[in-house]
């Protein structure tokens, strides 16, 4: 399978502990996205990497936020000091662009769950 | 802020009915996606739509972009139980193809 991976599938976590999420796109895209979505919503933009350099972040990405991609192919979303309402999907998605079509294809999502 | 509004929010039909769910936005779209998600996964890319007026066609699944480019269907034929699902759309506003902007999405049942 050359899809969108991610890992874990489901983290449940007491309020304040740090969580890690790791998103492995389809090898040729350059670009890589993070999206959150909680129940009933459409996902919502987090932040976006072209290749390592991270170029847009939403308002959405508060400074408990960080993403990271390191070498331009997976990349990690931390949440420090977690709290009930980070309670989430948390989706990754990629793309070619530019000169590709500049179609997201998503991962299947972590789950994230503060207690 | 560019919002995405869908509709019907909720839809719960017979096997073998027609659908139309719409997505309209105050804005003009660069391209605009498809996508259905089932519980617990992420969303999959049905179509993208790129000129307005464009029609294109998925088995029993017609998509439209509207003229101005501000707004789009989903029509679906004799709807089967396999359709069930939460059916988004999603915009890109420039041509730099980073950020998508949902819609709050349509979840629809189809009872066989």
């Known amino acids: 399978d050359t899809g969108v991976s991610q890992d874990p599938r489901h983290k449940i976590t007491k309020r304040g502990q740090n969580v890690t999420f790791r998103c492995d796109p389809i090898s040729e895209h350059n670009r890589l996205y993070w999206y959150r979505q909680t129940l009933g919503q459409g996902p919502e933009f987090l932040t976006y990497?072209?290749?390592?350099?991270?170029?847009?972040k939403s308002r959405l990405l508060s400074d408990r936020f960080s993403a990271e991609r390191p070498k331009g192919s997976f990349s990690t979303l931390e949440i420090q000091r977690t709290e009930q309402g980070d309670s989430a999907m948390y989706l990754c998605a990629s793309s070619l662009a530019p000169g590709g079509s500049y179609e997201q294809y998503f991962g299947p999502g972590t789950r994230l769950t503060v207690t | 802020t560019q919002l995405l509004e869908q509709s019907p929010q909720f839809l719960s039909i017979q096997e073998g009915e027609n659908l139309t769910v719409y997505c309209n936005s105050s804005s003009v779209f660069s391209s605009l996606q498809w996508y259905r998600q089932e519980p617990g996964e992420g969303p999959v890319l049905l179509v993208t739509?790129?000129?307005?007026?464009e029609v294109k066609k998925l088995k029993r699944l017609t998509f439209q972009f509207g003229d101005a480019r501000k707004d789009s269907s989903l029509h679906i034929t004799a709807a089967q139980p396999g359709d069930t699902g939460l059916y988004l759309c999603a915009g890109s506003f420039n041509n730099a193809g980073n950020m998508l902007t949902f819609g709050g999405g349509t979840r629809l049942m189809v009872k066989p």
């Open positions: 739509v790129v000129t307005g007026g």
């Open positions: 990497f072209q290749n390592e350099a991270q170029l847009e």
